[in-house]
Structure formats: structure tokens, C-alpha cells
């Protein structure tokens, strides 16, 4: 999905791989793809990769970078660094080594050297290992990408906002079709939907790293700025639909709404999912079940399941069901068949999304 996503900015030598994407582009590709991308978790520019041995190689790959030609020294930073099949003994030894060259490169270019935020840094580096490459990255988004600037209120396990817009996507929902999220929680879904519905780039109320390179082009960025607000259509009403349980979610919702200016065009209830109906004929329903971590919940959970396969067949007919679950109950236990399992992951839980195409009578 994110490739697609790429492809409509223009980025070229577009390139999946496990976990994320590979593209090429320049500054324009760079500002927009941040600014336009609903998916992605952040844009890294790759700014070295080639094999190593040992740390003093990796230090030397680092220094040998012209790094005061891509930001100032009164800038701070923070040096990431994640590896599959290492064989050196520490990784916090070799961020440090990363940190230090880097730091050296500036004193021995402008005889000064950044400092290290390691909570709110203007400049986050990205290192990765595997068995005998190394390769590093300047981050040019930031904060990462799914921190859209408007949730303002989250419940206790919020889906990010780019997880959900790449199951929105998934899910082939488009604006104009009937969205019912009955387990809205703080609005996420309703939100990402929202946004795609008025055409509204995700980035427009943040600012972004590439902002403190030396190459920034100020002019380049309002320019891009100025057509995506060009583009974003006129907020209207939308067969939207959320509702919760719960009146302190829901309450969430509002909150979040609101701050995105969103409110007056969704539809809200505080409604038991057992207890709702299809307000519509047809459409797309997709949630994020509760799943059980203790045994009460586990207990419960077994019980609401195969109410809610129930609720769907009787009263969402016409309808197709997506459940985005990490819980193993839920599959056998909703008495549904499902027509796809999409494997994704919650952070670094593995999860599936299913389908389910409600027709009249039996599923069996």
C-alpha cells in the first residue's frame, strides 16, 4: 500500500522490502512523501551503506560523512541504531562510536560539535547492522509520521494513525462510502477516514526534520504547502459512523475530533455493538476488537465473540466486516468464515485483519 502511495508523489526506483520501502526522488519527492503519505512510519535518506568488520570501520564510514554540509552544530542530535545478526558485542559501544565521529567531524570542520537530546533531538541519525553491512540514515521526517499533530486524547492501547490508514487502504474503502467503526475507542478510523474523505494531507499541522537541513528550499516547501491546501475539498457531512460502549472513550473521540475540526461531519453514539444496526444498506465496517490479556478477559472475550458473529449476520447483511485483532480466540470464535487473513503488526505485535462478506442467510 505504501508503494501505490509513492507511486502518486512521483518517487522513483520504488522498491519493497521487509518492512518498509526503498525509493528514489529529490527534495521535492523528499518534502512531499512526508508531507502526503498517509502510511509510512518515516522518511529515511540513506546517506551511507557498505561492509564493515569491526567498530573501528563503522567509525571511520561515519567520519569519512560531510556532516556539517547537512546540518549546523548548534543543532542536537540522537543516534539510533538496530542490527540482525551482529557479531559485535555491543550496540550501545557502537552508537556511542557513531556519536563520537560524527561529533569529531564537526570540530575538525568548524571547531564546534552538536549536543545529544536524547528525548526532543532537531536531528535523529539511523543506523542499521546485519552481518557484514552497515548502513546509515539521516531522518527527514522527525517525529515519526504517524504523530499527525490533532489526537489530543487516546485511551489506553490507541491504534497509530498510519497503522490505520494502511487498513483503510486494505480495506478499499473509499470517501463516499458508508464507514461504521462501533468500537471507535478515541476516533482513530474516523479520523484517517476523515482526512481521506476532505483530501486533507496527514502532515499539513506539523513541521518535519528536513526543515533544519542546510538544503532546506523555503520556497519549495510553501509551494508544495500551498497546492495541498489547493487541493483539500470543502468539509461537508460524511457517511461516517462511530460509536463505543463507553462514554470516556467516546468523549476521546469528541476531543480528537474536534481538534482536527472534524466533528460537525460524523456521525457519534455511545451504543453497545451487540445492540446496533447497519445505518445503512451497505458498506464497510472495521474495528479493533478488545482481546484478552487475564483470564477474566480471555473468559469474557470468549462469550462476546460469538454475539458479535450473530449481531453481523442479522443485522449487517450487505455489509463487509473487517476486524483488526492480535487475539487467537477470535477467528474460531466468531463463527464467521473469513475470505482474508492480512498478517500486520501493532508495534511489534503480530496481528491479522479479517474479512468478513456478510450475505443473507447462513455463513456456515
Known sequence: ????????????????????????????????????????????????????????????????????????????????????????????????????????????????????????????????????????????????????????????APLRENLAAGILSLTNWQPGIPLLDPMCGSGTFLLEALQRAFNIAPGIQRHFAFEQFNQFDRELWQEIRDTALSLQHPASPQPIYGSDLHGKALDDARTNLAAANFLDYVHLKQANILEISAPQPHGILITNPPYGVRLGEVQSLSELYPKLGDVFKKKFAGWTIYLFSADPLLPKSIRLSASRRTPLFNGALECRLFKYTMVEGSMR
Open 1 to 156: 500500500m505504501l508503494a501505490e502511495e509513492l507511486k502518486g508523489i512521483e518517487a522513483n526506483a520504488i522498491k519493497t522490502t521487509h518492512g518498509g520501502v526503498h525509493f528514489q526522488g529529490d527534495w521535492q519527492t523528499c518534502y512531499r512523501a512526508n508531507l502526503e503519505s498517509r502510511i509510512a512510519s518515516r522518511i529515511l535518506w540513506q546517506i551511507a551503506d557498505q561492509p564493515y568488520r569491526t567498530e573501528i570501520d563503522i567509525y571511520h564510514a561515519t567520519l569519512a560523512l560531510p556532516w556539517p554540509e547537512w546540518f549546523s552544530a548548534d543543532l542536537t542530535i540522537r543516534v539510533n541504531l538496530a542490527a540482525i545478526k551482529c557479531p559485535l558485542r555491543s550496540l550501545d559501544f557502537v552508537t556511542l562510536r557513531i556519536k563520537d565521529a560524527i561529533c569529531d567531524k564537526f570540530r575538525q570542520s568548524v571547531k564546534q560539535r552538536p549536543s545529544v537530546n536524547t528525548t526532543t533531538p532537531d536531528i535523529r541519525i539511523h543506523g542499521f547492522l546485519d552481518s557484514h553491512r552497515f548502513s546509515l540514515y539521516l531522518d527527514t521526517s522527525g517525529e515519526a509520521l504517524f504523530k499527525r499533530g490533532y489526537r489530543t486524547a487516546a485511551g489506553a
